[in-house]
């Protein structure tokens, strides 16, 4: 599976965002999907999960209650609605996928990867 991540851009403080990957090339709904972010000097870390059907989420503790995962899988889309952005948010945001059972938080665990999309939030 191919993925394709967008949405991201340059927003103040207390802004929001709403991240899409797109995927193509297999049935979507196969996958559990993940979204990672990197920020400049820092290591890749995980910031939530959902399940193929939609149904279940995990997420980081640093974007509980501020971020929101969903997915649309008539559209083989995931998306990640970012409100109450912070500067600490600022990274470039990777969605990911993988076909085993249950939520995955480490990277090593997901087999395919997109390009990534750039969030920058300003003070």
């Known amino acids: 599976v191919q993925?394709?991540?967008?949405?991201?851009?340059?927003v103040q403080a207390g802004g929001s965002l709403r991240l899409s990957c797109v995927a193509s090339g297999r049935t979507f709904s196969?996958?559990?999907v993940g979204w990672f972010?990197?920020?400049p000097g820092r290591e890749r870390e995980f910031v939530s999960a959902i399940n193929w059907g939609g149904s279940s989420t995990q997420y980081a503790d640093s974007v509980k209650g501020r971020?929101?995962?969903s997915r649309d899988n008539a559209k083989n889309t995931v998306y990640l609605q970012m409100n109450s952005l912070e500067p600490e948010?600022?990274?470039i945001y990777y969605c990911a996928a993988h076909t085993g059972l249950g939520h995955?938080?480490?990277s090593f665990e997901y087999d395919y990867w997109g390009q990534g999309t750039l969030v920058t939030v300003s003070s």
């Open 3 to 10: 993925l394709q991540a967008s949405g991201g851009g340059l």
């Open 67 to 69: 971020f929101t995962m």
């Open 37 to 39: 972010r990197q920020a």
């Open 89 to 91: 948010d600022t990274a």
């Open 104 to 106: 995955r938080d480490r």
């Open 30 to 32: 196969f996958y559990a």
